[in-house]
């Protein structure tokens, strides 16, 4: 019987519980998965998992872990040879900045294009906040290849980590709305997007049932 417990929220739009999904699966973990419909504001039924009221949390016995960052921090303790972090310290340092940034910042684009994995909206939510935001993406995506990708399809090389996983949510946007990229950046996308896990969890996304639909989220003026 698994010692943990994964609390997150619809897939089809809760880019946090992708976040902290991705971190148990590539750390190995053996995890039961709980999933919450969203509300699309304070959501009932969270708060008896969550003390923020938000998702995801991570149940590991009598320990709750309930932020994405502190999730992936966690089972790497658990899990150091996943490859969560690089084990060279200046890659390890600079996946952990860039992951930071974008879960502290970024907040132009997460209001103009929300994630929702089953719909497309090309060419909508441009707004220049936005599009100031998807250039410094694009940015750090092609500093760090350049850097520290040797070749590979994601930021570090030939295998996704920690930091993919907190830019995920945004390929997801991208794949969604659609706004003009640069090649690398497409590049980029393409790989994450068609990534296993990827595949998994919008193939579980596309099964939610339609009763847990948030009309609000499922159409771009």
């Given at each position: 019987m698994t010692d943990f417990t994964l609390i997150i929220g619809s897939k089809t739009y809760s880019s946090w519980s992708l976040r902290g999904w991705l971190a148990c699966r590539l750390g190995g973990l053996d995890f039961k998965e709980v999933v919450i419909p969203l509300a699309g504001g304070n959501t009932p039924g969270?708060?008896?998992h969550s003390p923020s009221g938000k998702v995801p949390a991570?149940?590991?016995?009598?320990?709750?872990?309930?932020?994405?960052?502190?999730?992936?921090?966690?089972?790497?303790?658990l899990a150091p040879k996943a490859g969560l972090w690089p084990q060279d310290r200046a890659a390890r340092a600079h996946?952990?900045?860039i992951a930071c940034e974008m879960h502290a910042g970024f907040t132009d684009l997460r209001r103009a294009m929300w994630m929702n994995t089953r719909k497309?909206?090309?060419?909508?939510?441009?707004t220049p906040e936005a599009l100031a935001d998807i250039a410094r993406i694009c940015a750090i995506w092609?500093?760090?290849?350049?850097?520290?990708?040797?070749?590979g399809p994601f930021l570090f090389g030939k295998a996704m980590n920690m930091a993919d996983a907190m830019y995920a949510p945004v390929v997801s946007r991208f794949v969604t709305?659609?706004?003009?990229?640069?090649?690398?950046?497409?590049?980029?996308v393409a790989a994450v997007w068609n990534h296993p896990l990827l595949q998994q969890w919008q193939r579980d996304a596309a099964a939610e049932p339609e009763s847990w639909a948030l009309p609000k989220y499922d159409s771009a003026a």
């Amino acid at each position: 019987m698994t010692d943990f417990t994964l609390i997150i929220g619809s897939k089809t739009y809760s880019s946090w519980s992708l976040r902290g999904w991705l971190a148990c699966r590539l750390g190995g973990l053996d995890f039961k998965e709980v999933v919450i419909p969203l509300a699309g504001g304070n959501t009932p039924g969270i708060r008896e998992h969550s003390p923020s009221g938000k998702v995801p949390a991570l149940r590991h016995g009598d320990l709750l872990v309930w932020e994405s960052l502190a999730i992936g921090e966690h089972v790497h303790e658990l899990a150091p040879k996943a490859g969560l972090w690089p084990q060279d310290r200046a890659a390890r340092a600079h996946a952990r900045a860039i992951a930071c940034e974008m879960h502290a910042g970024f907040t132009d684009l997460r209001r103009a294009m929300w994630m929702n994995t089953r719909k497309r909206f090309p060419g909508k939510g441009r707004t220049p906040e936005a599009l100031a935001d998807i250039a410094r993406i694009c940015a750090i995506w092609r500093e760090t290849q350049q850097r520290y990708g040797n070749g590979g399809p994601f930021l570090f090389g030939k295998a996704m980590n920690m930091a993919d996983a907190m830019y995920a949510p945004v390929v997801s946007r991208f794949v969604t709305w659609e706004p003009e990229l640069p090649a690398d950046a497409k590049a980029y996308v393409a790989a994450v997007w068609n990534h296993p896990l990827l595949q998994q969890w919008q193939r579980d996304a596309a099964a939610e049932p339609e009763s847990w639909a948030l009309p609000k989220y499922d159409s771009a003026a």
